[in-house]
């Protein structure tokens, strides 16, 4: 249990440290590609949790991240496409992968209730942290009103996320 918080704690800290990188207020593109990366994470870790739980909840919660994130990706696929723009790669979106290819090995050694918890918290914290970096840089920092427009959308739903996900945090313990 106690390298389960760690390796959280750690891949909080890390998140956190990665939007901070992003402090110096990014462009367009490289805005595009940090919410392209982060939803492209959401839906790995979701299938991830599909291949290993069996938990009625945890499958409800990781489908609805698939479903969910992948919708929104195609919907940020399709406006960049609109506005002939092309995601910029960038130490944000380099750090967050990075990051969330550790969370996934770590999770990947976990199996039952040990899994679900892991996952379940990390999706709460991870969660929490884009969320957090969609109100106070990349929406804010967004040029273009359809951009922001698709980011705040993203914002609505994704808060919606982290709250399913305490709900079930909370039917796990």
């Known amino acids: 249990m106690k390298t389960h918080f760690a390796a959280l704690a750690a891949t909080c800290l890390a998140l956190s440290a990665t939007f901070a990188m992003a402090a110096d207020k990014p462009t367009d593109p490289q805005i595009a590609h940090i919410a ?7 839906v790995e870790a979701a299938e991830l949790a599909l ?12 489908q609805s991240m698939q479903k969910d994130h992948e919708a929104v990706n ?6 960049v496409k609109k506005l002939n723009v092309i995601p910029e790669d960038n130490a944000t979106s380099q750090a967050l992968a990075k990051a969330a290819e550790e969370r996934r090995t770590e999770l990947g050694k ?7 918890k892991a996952y379940i918290d990390n999706e709460v ?13 990349l929406i804010p920092s967004a040029q ?3 951009l922001k427009s698709l980011l705040e959308t993203g914002l609505k739903l994704f808060q919606g996320h982290q709250q399913h996900a305490e709900h079930v945090a909370a039917g796990l313990k």
């Open 36 to 42: 392209y990366s982060a939803g492209v994470i959401d």
């Open 144 to 146: 273009n009103a359809e």
């Open 51 to 62: 291949s290993k739980t069996k938990t009625p909840d945890v499958v409800a919660f990781a």
């Open 110 to 116: 976990l199996d039952g209730a040990a899994f679900d």
């Open 125 to 137: 914290a991870y969660h929490r942290q884009v969320n957090g970096a969609l109100e106070t840089l």
């Open 74 to 79: 195609d919907m940020a696929l399709a406006l």
